[in-house]
Each structure stands twice: as structure tokens, then as C-alpha cells.
């Protein structure tokens, strides 16, 4: 069950997502900075990785795919990029981790 707490806290972070959203539709780029990874894809490399990995853990729905499709496209994109992949950590370690949280 969320909480209102929750509620709250989702609903604040969807305006900071949207914020992002936009920009990669104006853009209309793979990434933040274009075609290839770049300093904005790395900072917000967290949601590309951890906020999946949050959702799955604690079966809430932080980053719709109907409400932000660009920012999903783009989490996909960047995690599947050769020069990141191999760096991050295995999904089931990020679940894992927010499970025992």
C-alpha cells in the first residue's frame, strides 16, 4: 500500500521528470547532449538504472512509460550504450539492495 507520504513524494518527483522529459523532446536526440553520452546523461544515469530497479523492489510506478516515453527511451538507450554497460552494476544487485532497504 503507498502511502500519502509516497503519494507525495511521486508526485514531486514527476515534476522533475517531466522537466527532463522535455528537453529530450525538444531535443529530439538519443541523449541529453545529442548522439552520444555526456556529462547531463551521466548525473542522471540514477534514473536510468535505479529507479527501475526501485520500482521492481517496492512495486510502485515511479516513471510511466505512457507519461514519460522519451525519458524511458532514453533510460533504455543509455544502459545499453557499450561505453556504460559494462561499468554498472546487474539489475538483480540494484534490486537486491533496494529490497533490503
Not at 522529459?21 to 529530439?28: F, I
Request: proline share 5%.
Amino acid at each position: 500500500m503507498v502511502s500519502r507520504g509516497q503519494d507525495q513524494a511521486v508526485a514531486e518527483a514527476h515534476v522533475q521528470m517531466q522537466f527532463l522529459e522535455n528537453e529530450l523532446k525538444v531535443k529530439g536526440k538519443k541523449f541529453f547532449g545529442g548522439d552520444n553520452v555526456g556529462l547531463v546523461d551521466i548525473c542522471a544515469c540514477y534514473m536510468a538504472l535505479w529507479v527501475g530497479a526501485a520500482e521492481e523492489a517496492l512495486g510502485i510506478k515511479l516513471m510511466p512509460k505512457d507519461k514519460f516515453p522519451k525519458l524511458i527511451e532514453w533510460s533504455d538507450n543509455y544502459i545499453n550504450c557499450p561505453a556504460v554497460k559494462d561499468g554498472l552494476p546487474p539489475r538483480e544487485t540494484v534490486v537486491g539492495i533496494y529490497k533490503t532497504l
